[in-house]
């Protein structure tokens, strides 16, 4: 007999990224003023950077326009700054401002201390054991 569809490890990981994305749309303006998105992008940027547009949406998992127009808002806000740089091919690069870390600086404590809500029925050993299982399918997924 097959698995149940509420065993299966897909519909579980769906069910587990809709509750915790449920608290994360709320989360994210009180301790950013951000929407998450904008939210996800400016962490994706300052852990990265410098990024251009095309590695914002590769790393951030937008297509290129989401991760354009992200990227033009945190612009705007004077969180981001847009430089040119055709000497290294990439066109324009994506840097945070001074503004833009210390509200990057915000974001990942608030994106640590999510995880501990989330993660923290494990132990420490489990919560590696997990990470670790997380890098092997991502891998997996990407080399099929």
């Keep these: 007999m097959s698995t149940p569809l509420d065993r299966t490890l897909t519909y579980r990981l769906h069910q587990l990224h809709k509750l915790t994305d449920a608290d994360s749309q709320s989360v994210y303006p009180e301790h950013t003023g951000l929407s998450m998105s904008d939210g996800r992008c400016l962490t994706t940027i300052g852990t990265f950077e410098p990024l251009s547009v095309k ?23 004077g969180l981001v700054r847009k430089e040119d740089r055709p ?3 990439r066109g ?17 404590a608030m994106i640590h201390q ?4 989330i993660f923290g ?6 919560q590696a054991t997990l990470s670790a299982m997380f890098d092997r399918l991502i891998s997996h997924a990407r080399h099929r």
């Design 55 to 77: 590695e914002l949406a590769e790393k951030a998992n937008l297509n290129k326009g989401q991760a354009s127009r992200a990227a033009q808002a945190l612009v705007d806000q």
């Design 87 to 89: 000497d290294d091919g």
């Design 92 to 108: 324009v690069v994506l840097t945070l401002t001074p503004a833009g870390r210390k509200v990057f600086r915000r974001a990942m």
């Design 114 to 117: 999510r995880n501990e809500d």
């Design 121 to 126: 029925c494990l132990t420490e050993k489990e």
